[in-house]
């Protein structure tokens, strides 16, 4: 199986690239974050002519997982259980969404940013990530990805300049904690190995071209399906482009 994710910053914006990456990497499942549209919003009838089958949770403009397949797609949750809403009244946002594709459990995570250390969203993102660790620990023993958008640096690697980072959110050590805890765990961050480099550049300054990034979007797999990755990829010519994401897709091998 190849396994893939993309923060693709509206689905309805890059359709045509989507399909063209699914076609070019020969791509069974692409767990998607950022698609900023409700459901009935999203051109799907090309991704459907080709064999594959879509579930999609958004609300607005803002947010918004999917996870697209051509080997299954059943048991379709949207939102881990127990995870914390936003806003006044506190409402769940669309920022995870799990299916079982041909055997693994594939969860579209997009990450809350936490905008500033002193700012309440940054209060959410640490407890949306312990939420989603006291879930994931029911998910240990069976093959199953949290893949997606983490907006998380777990090293100083991960960051292009990390003096300048180190007011900002992503690399404050309690988000690295938060990380680390799911590896502490059991799950394992299987693309680091195969796949150095970064998967986010902002459009600010030429970021991309003078390969200002960070690394932010990862596959964290429990243990029966770490055993199963046989490689990785971050496909760097997706951000290349008029029209790109500012997000690289991360691609993952899995044996059968």
């Not at 809403?85 to 769940?92: I, L, N, R, V, Y």
């Not at 190995?193 to 998967?199: F, I, K």
């Not at 399906?225 to 029209?243: C, K, N, P, S, Y």
Request: charge should be negative.
């Amino acid at each position: 199986m190849r396994l893939a994710t993309w923060n693709v910053n509206s689905l309805r914006s890059r359709i045509d690239r989507v399909e063209a990456f699914l076609q070019r990497h020969d791509v069974d499942v692409l767990a998607l974050q950022e698609t900023k549209a409700r459901e009935e919003q999203l051109p799907l009838m090309g991704l459907q002519a080709m064999g594959y089958e879509v579930a999609a949770a958004g609300t607005n403009q803002w947010n918004g997982v999917a996870v697209i397949s051509r080997v299954g797609l059943d048991e379709v949750e949207v939102g881990f259980p127990g995870q914390p809403g936003w806003g006044e009244p506190a409402e769940t946002e669309a920022r995870a969404l799990g299916a079982t594709c041909g055997g693994v459990r594939v969860w579209s995570l997009y990450v809350p940013n936490g905008r500033k250390p002193d700012d309440p969203h940054y209060v959410y993102k640490l407890d949306w990530l312990a939420r989603l660790r006291e879930a994931a620990g029911a998910w240990l023993d069976t093959p199953t990805a949290l893949v997606g958008d983490w907006n998380i640096c777990p090293t100083d690697d991960d960051v292009f300049d990390p003096a300048q980072f180190a007011r900002s959110t992503h690399v404050t050590p309690p988000e690295r904690v938060a990380f680390q805890a799911f590896l502490d765990d059991g799950y394992a961050e299987v693309t680091r190995e195969h796949a150095p480099g970064y998967t986010y550049w902002d459009y600010y300054r030429q970021r991309f071209e003078r390969d200002r990034g960070l690394k932010i979007d990862f596959v964290v797999a429990s243990p029966p399906l770490a055993g199963q990755v046989t490689g990785a990829f971050i496909d760097r010519e997706e951000r290349a482009g008029t029209g790109a994401s500012d997000h690289a897709p991360v691609v993952v091998d899995l044996a059968d």
